[in-house]
């Protein structure tokens, strides 16, 4: 399959940047999206073009690197994916394909397709943790039962592989869904409940010191979700922040 | 007298641990906080051992190549990790757990090292789940348990499909910790370039940033290095991307030796290579195997039609299926080891009965699974005489509930539906047991620079269990390392802030910009791809499942003519002065063109079959691993001496004085 | 407490709670214009009581303006906000993949609302004001339901444009009533009744709207 790709193209941060076009050819059903953005490189390589930089590790779903805004959407048209998990059978002989990177004032772009996600780190710095020596002088494991539903609660808010395709798709660049995750992880556990106050506070006031918008609940950010992380997250978080508010 | 000294302590095996902690000299805390580390690595080693080491009062200063330490590859770690806990009541101990990884591993383990993993084992679960690890649970609220491959009990612990993500998850919120406290600074996007020894000692590193382009200096008192496996040699595998032998072949360039680097875990089941330009491998988990049938088309006429897509797999008659590993090992059939798997599948397909437009893959069948559970269902629930469309929806049902997230998977990648058509798998490059050698304390033969999870050569011996890397990496950096690490440093106390202007960070930096001027004063004609996909294709079709004398002989020469076309016509793009995924991908296959020639030696010299390791000429009439104990029961560390075919080799003797060695069987 | 009115999340409650307010005057509107369609003189008993009773005018009607102009000043706001939090804009954004229309556009149907009050403040408001304030007629409980019908009657353009107002208000609402739970930290078991009811009011009610007008329009042709 033929594709004619119009991908954004920036030096470095202080660069405007722009869009080029390049047409790639020999596209197979079967390849992922970064398979076909290698064959693009290559093809740049070879011409002598600096290649396309993207973000992208694993390339299994799960390490949260790769970061595409395709046709409008973070991660494509599929869902519950990451690009790195999309394939071009998607796609159709001679389309057009948008390749932007994720935008949002706290996602700065360090080069073409490649953002700095930091703030998403800085935000777990704040507060992303159980305050807990790792001494290996903590209680048995199964001196604290909690509740299945719980358990997987948590577990569900945790799967969120820090991709930032909430903020992407976000029309307000909110991370709400991102902060909410790692806030419900730990309110969901009573390990997590003596400095919940505290965590919430300090993590959402990062949140906002890095320039995100607010959150307006349209749900884009549930359905662009790889891992479906749930908007019952954000109520939690809204909850626990208000609680927080109150009572401390 | 050999130059290792792995300073076993004394005692009965069980005690040498506690003694051992005991013993050793502590650094106070006072004094911590004029010490720094710098760990290279954020994975599950080196993320507990960055969090650990700063909250006993050292400075730590992380170094990863990703954009944040979470994204580590022990991220993508399914299965599970495994622990002594004994929750389940069945029988399960350290020592239980110690056999069976010394077993597993084909005894060519330490045997102290193994058991002391064994030991904390317990200790990792209680730190994970007191730091918020969302760990499986039953109903009645306590953690659950599940069995792996190789094994008589449940001891592994999960978190669905996502137990390293969990646990990395866990590990990095351990450092953030430490980072608020201000006692980690996390240095990612950095790239460690070499090593820097100051009168011998590891003394720091020289780190590229990878945005900025720009090499900088970074000193320490000792140096951790948690920076993983080297199964990109291969090109194809299931490590991520970016992994990479960089900061463990530069170590090994200084001095520290290089142990057992042909020791490589093959995974039999993952999704076959699709076409030429695939990048990328991808794991199905091992419990497939419990209710799949692996076969191939009896005949070659029927292969050669499946290739050319004249013929379905479902087209072909039972009588015309080989289900070769039925065949072969009636006793464990479909369930034999790792390593026995992936080599019967390569078997079949050199032999010409592959599948696949490639020929290389073959069939994971879930047909019969399908009839037997529908018809167990249709009975339990009273139909007499069901007809053949219900027992196939029930049967399809079952195998949903078992397994249904692994078909999305397979589903969503291949684009075929498993429960019509049979799975196609083939194994592939997965984990590497071997990597600088350590002493009991985890230190390489350079003093202050130490190894840590699959950066180490382990506690694995020639092959690990399944839900064993998650453990080790845990142990190391929660648990071990932290410990022994202040034995080297109380002699420090005094020492100092160590400076980066003396003439070895000058000469180190100096080094690192003239090699990396040099891969763009080439002719420039190949992209680096070009070399890493050729190398891979070596190191696979020569050193890859089953390995020859021959074979290996032409590997060496063949990686080291590669490796020379290199440095001479490859072609890297762009500028050094900026974020250059060409500049990194190049330096790593650099690195990987002389580690794959040490890897082919390493085998050619290593005259038995074991573990992952197998050599041709050394197998039972039968075609099973033939193991020289008398002659090979050692570990073979490698010393740089200018290249790597020239590698000197020190022996380190197994002593195997808790466990009796014993030849595994499958039949 | 301190410092809470300044985080997004402290916002975006007081967004939701002055919403919430708006919605239960709403409802008290459409409760009491809806008896002009069954019975002028509940209608103007209603409507002289609300127009006379002192704790409705000296207490109530001020809450109400300065919910109204908070709602609308922090909706300002946020949407400028917001449009900061990305600087530069994608080139194609397929918001309609993963969020409806009227999730998106709350500051579109909310302009359109506003610039609706407007009118209706034209209409109604101000010449009350000037009837009771500056021209100081004497009081008069039965001149409501006429003054109301006036405005729609032989007026098509007029019935017209508040129809069109409410069809926004109603996409206003589709989102915003709903929305506002969400933000309140209501997630659980009830949501799916509680979307129901929103749902349901933010269709019903500003419909009932344009019945009314419609209603008078063609009663006085």
């Known amino acids: ?248 | 007298m050999s130059v290792l000294e792995s300073k076993i302590p004394e005692g009965p095996i069980e005690k040498k641990w506690t003694k051992h902690k005991n013993e050793i000299n502590l650094v106070n805390p006072a004094n911590k906080r004029n010490i720094d580390i710098i760990v290279v690595g954020t994975g599950l080693a080196g993320g507990s051992a960055a969090a650990t080491l700063a909250e006993l009062g050292y400075n730590v200063k992380t170094f990863c190549y990703q954009d944040s330490p979470r994204r580590a590859h022990s991220i993508a770690a399914q299965g599970g990790i495994n622990a002594s806990k004994n929750y389940q009541g069945d029988g399960d101990s350290d020592y239980r757990l110690f056999y069976d990884t010394v077993k597993g591993g084909d005894y060519r383990s330490r045997e102290a090292n193994v058991y002391r993993l064994a030991e904390v084992s317990s200790n990792i679960i209680d730190q994970c789940v007191a730091q918020g690890v969302p760990f499986a649970r039953e109903y009645g609220g306590l953690l659950d348990n599940r069995s792996f491959g190789g094994v008589l009990v449940s001891r592994t612990f999960y978190a669905k499909g996502q137990t390293g993500q969990q646990l990395l998850l866990g590990a990095y919120s351990a450092m953030n910790r430490q980072i608020n406290r201000g006692k980690i600074q996390s240095f990612n996007r950095h790239e460690m370039m070499d090593l820097v020894l100051v009168d011998g000692k590891a003394r720091g590193i020289i780190a590229r940033d990878l945005v900025t382009g720009e090499i900088e200096r970074h000193s320490a008192h000792a140096v951790v290095l948690a920076s993983g496996g080297y199964g990109n040699v291969f090109y194809l595998s299931t490590n991520a991307m970016g992994s990479n032998v960089m900061a463990a072949w530069r170590a090994h360039k200084k001095g520290a030796f290089f142990a057992n680097p042909c020791f490589t875990q093959i995974h039999p089941t993952c999704i076959p290579v699709s076409g030429e330009l695939q990048s990328k491998l991808t794991l199905m988990s091992e419990s497939l195997r419990n209710d799949g049938r692996i076969w191939v088309p009896k005949h070659k006429k029927d292969a050669e039609a499946i290739r050319e897509g004249k013929l379905k797999p479902t087209e072909i008659a039972e009588e015309d299926r080989d289900y070769y590993l039925e065949r072969r090992y009636p006793a464990f059939g479909n369930l034999v080891p790792r390593d026995v798997a992936s080599r019967a599948a390569k078997e079949r397909c050199d032999a010409g009965y592959g599948v696949n437009k490639t020929g290389q893959a073959v069939y994971l069948d879930f047909k019969a699974a399908i009839e037997r559970y529908g018809k167990e269902k249709a009975f339990t629930s009273g139909h007499k005489n069901p007809i053949k469309e219900e027992i196939i929806k029930l049967g399809e049902e079952a195998v949903e509930a078992k397994y249904g997230n692994l078909f999305e998977m397979y589903e969503k990648i291949t684009d075929q539906n498993p429960y019509k058509t049979p799975m196609m798998i083939f194994p592939a490059v997965h984990y590497t047991m071997g990597g600088l050698w350590v002493d009991y304390n985890l230190m390489t033969t350079i003093p202050g620079c130490y190894a840590a999870g699959e950066a180490n050569f382990s506690d694995h011996g020639a092959n690990r269990l399944g839900a064993s890397a998650l453990m080790q990496g845990l142990a190391d950096g929660y648990f071990v390392l932290p410990y022994t690490i202040g034995d080297y440093l109380a002699a420090d106390i005094r020492t100092g802030a160590i400076s980066t202007e003396s003439e070895e960070f000058e000469t180190a930096e100096k080094e690192v910009k003239d090699r990396i001027q040099r891969l763009y004063n080439t002719n420039g004609k190949n992209p680096v791809d070009y070399y890493h996909k050729k190398l891979g294709k070596i190191m696979w079709d020569k050193c890859g499942m089953s390995r020859n004398e021959k074979e290996l002989k032409e590997a060496m020469e063949e990686i080291k003519a590669l490796r020379e076309d290199f440095w001479e016509n490859v072609r890297v793009t762009g500028k050094a002065e900026t974020k250059n995924a060409e500049l990194e991908k190049a330096g790593r296959v650099a690195d990987f063109l002389e580690l794959g020639e040490l890897f082919a030696k390493d085998a050619l010299e290593r005259n038995e079959s074991c573990g992952g390791h197998f050599r041709e000429e050394y197998q039972t009439e039968d075609g099973e691993a033939l193991r020289d104990d008398e002659n090979f029961r050692f570990v073979s560390a490698w010393e740089y001496v200018g290249n790597p075919r020239d590698a000197k080799l020190h022996k380190e003797q197994l002593e195997f004085e808790n466990i009796e060695l014993k030849t595994r069987s499958y039949k | ?221």
Request: charged content about 20%; glycine content about 8%; aromatic content about 12%.
């Open chain 3, 1 to 221: 407490m301190a410092g809470i009115s300044k985080t997004s999340i402290a916002r975006k409650v007081a967004m939701a709670l002055s919403g919430l307010f708006l919605v239960l005057f709403l409802a008290q509107h459409f409760t009491i214009n809806f008896t002009s369609v069954v019975s002028p003189s509940t209608f103007n008993e209603i409507s002289h009581f609300m127009g006379t009773n002192f704790v409705v005018q000296a207490i109530l009607q001020p809450i109400l303006i300065a919910g109204v102009v908070f709602h609308f000043v922090m909706g300002f706001i946020l949407d400028i906000r917001n449009r900061k939090a990305r600087s530069v804009s994608y080139a194609k954004f397929n918001g309609g993949a993963n969020a409806p229309w009227v999730s998106r556009n709350m500051i579109i149907s909310g302009i359109v609302v506003l610039a609706f009050l407007g009118l209706h403040f034209y209409d109604f408001w101000i010449p009350e004001l000037i009837h009771k304030y500056v021209e100081t007629h004497p009081d008069d409980p039965f001149r409501y339901y006429d003054e109301t019908v006036a405005k729609f009657a032989g007026d098509p353009i007029r019935t017209g444009l508040y129809a069109f107002a409410f069809v926004f208000l109603m996409l206003h609402l589709l989102h915003g009533f709903g929305s506002s739970f969400q933000t309140m930290g209501v997630n659980n078991k009830y949501s799916g009744a509680i979307n129901i009811f929103t749902k349901a009011f933010a269709i019903v009610i500003p419909m009932g709207f344009v019945f009314i007008a419609i209603f008078h329009y063609f009663n006085n042709l």
């Open chain 1, 1 to 248: 399959m033929k594709l004619k790709l119009k991908v954004w193209r920036q030096e470095d941060a202080q660069d405007k940047g722009g869009f080029q076009n390049y047409d790639v050819d020999g596209i197979d059903g079967d390849m992922s999206f970064l398979e076909m953005m290698d064959v693009l490189n290559n093809n740049l390589v070879n011409e002598g073009i600096d290649p396309v930089e993207f973000d992208h590790d694993c390339r299994e779903g799960i390490c949260g690197s790769c970061s595409l805004q395709i046709n409008g959407e973070p991660h494509g048209p599929d869902r519950r994916i990451t690009t790195c998990q999309l394939h071009m059978r998607k796609f159709k002989d001679g389309d057009e394909i948008v390749i932007e990177p994720f935008r949002a004032t706290a996602f700065p772009v360090i080069k073409d397709l490649v953002i700095d996600r930091s703030a998403f780190d800085r935000i777990q710095h704040a507060g992303g943790y159980i305050s807990v020596n790792t001494s290996g002088n903590t209680q048995d494991a199964n001196s604290i039962p909690i509740e299945k539903q719980d358990a997987d609660d948590s577990f569900y808010a945790a799967t969120c592989i820090g991709c930032g395709a909430c903020v992407a798709a976000c029309k307000n660049a909110s991370a709400m869904l991102f902060t909410s995750a790692k806030v419900s992880q730990f309110a969901l556990l009573p390990q997590g409940e003596v400095e919940a106050h505290e965590r919430v506070i300090n993590m959402v006031n990062q949140m906002d010191a890095e320039g995100f918008g607010n959150c307006t609940n349209t749900g884009a950010c549930y359905v662009e979700c790889p891992k479906g992380i749930s908007l019952e997250n954000i109520a939690r978080l809204n909850r626990e922040y208000l609680s927080a508010s109150v009572f401390s």
